[in-house]
């Protein structure tokens, strides 16, 4: 471990594709919808995203609220609605938001409708198109929409590759996108934050690096979380204490290890298995229901 700056680099390629898509698809939606992870609703929005879609109808998702704290969640919610956009907490998984979903496609587009029944087009589809940088569970989402499994799905980004439209009622057709990031992160919190949740592959990430500093977030912010997953006392804790920060982290993360059984010979810590156990039980909510960005730190 040290202190030089997280660099975390990947190849958009066919991103830059989806993106010229996106810009000619808007002319034919109606409605957007935005999915984003409730835990990072800043880090998951994609700015480049957002010129692209600001004169449409718009409805916020945010997905995986199951993970958020739900406090954080409801936060995040007022605070679009100060803002005058319809945000509803979703968890495909299990369903929740879905209905409310659908009803609020029919309110927005209540105006749109009457005016084209007024003109004899009765029959007027409402196309929706859904966004949302990878991995934040479109495809869940759009499965619960259409309630059967159209669209294929998985726990890690890029799983959707072309466009693809679905109906999801009598009126309303879909048109599904593939994830697509932003050329360049100015800020690195949105970096990690991205790495933290899954969003950018593994396989361009120093996971050691990355886990190290989620560690030490969560023990700065969600220390009681940390210390209840790995069964650490606080006695374990005074016993890896250090005035140093990134020393007291590193002799946490290698405690952590012990406890999962990551250790090669000589009983050092295997740092890659335990970057990979850490990862994985916070993006499986294993650590908790945690949300990283927060309504006031904006």
């Given amino acids: 471990m040290d202190d030089n700056k ?18 000619e698809d808007i002319k034919l939606i109606d409605v957007v919808i935005e999915i984003l992870d409730a835990r990072i609703p800043i880090s998951s929005k994609n700015p480049d995203i957002q010129k692209i879609v600001e004169n ?11 993970l958020a704290e739900e406090k954080e969640t409801n936060r995040w919610i007022n605070y679009y609605k100060k803002n005058g956009i319809k945000t ?11 209905k409310e979903t659908l009803k609020e496609i029919e309110n927005i587009m209540e105006g749109d409708m009457q005016k084209a029944a007024s003109k004899g087009r009765i029959k007027k589809n409402i196309r929706v198109m859904i ?4 991995n934040v ?12 499994k159209l669209a294929v799905v998985g726990n890690r980004p890029g799983v959707t590759k072309q466009k693809q439209w679905v109906r999801i009622s009598n009126n309303i057709e879909l048109l599904d996108t593939p994830g697509v990031l932003w050329p360049k992160f ?58 140093d920060e990134n020393e007291e982290i590193y002799n946490l993360i290698k405690l952590i290890g012990k406890k999962r059984g990551a250790v090669i010979s000589g009983g050092n810590t295997d740092e890659e298995k335990i970057a990979g156990i850490i990862l994985n039980d ?13 309504v006031y730190e904006k």
């Fill in 186 to 243: 100015e800020d690195e919190n949105v970096a990690l934050n991205l790495s933290y949740t899954g969003s950018i592959k593994d396989e361009v990430l120093d996971t050691v690096e990355i886990a190290f500093n989620l560690v030490m977030y969560l023990y700065n912010n969600y220390k009681l979380n940390l210390l209840e997953r790995y069964k650490i006392t606080e006695a374990d804790i005074e016993n890896i204490e250090s005035e």
């Fill in 282 to 294: 916070f993006r499986n909510g294993k650590l908790g229901k945690i949300t990283l960005e927060k």
């Fill in 137 to 148: 569970g479109k495809s869940s989402f759009i499965n619960r929409l259409c309630n059967k």
């Fill in 88 to 98: 509803i907490a979703c968890d495909s998984n299990l369903g929740k938001g879905i």
């Fill in 56 to 66: 449409k109808k718009r409805i916020v998702i945010l997905n995986k609220s199951d």
């Fill in 131 to 134: 966004l949302g940088i990878p």
């Fill in 6 to 23: 997280i660099n975390i680099n990947w190849y958009p390629g066919h991103m830059l594709k989806t993106k010229k898509q996106i810009v």
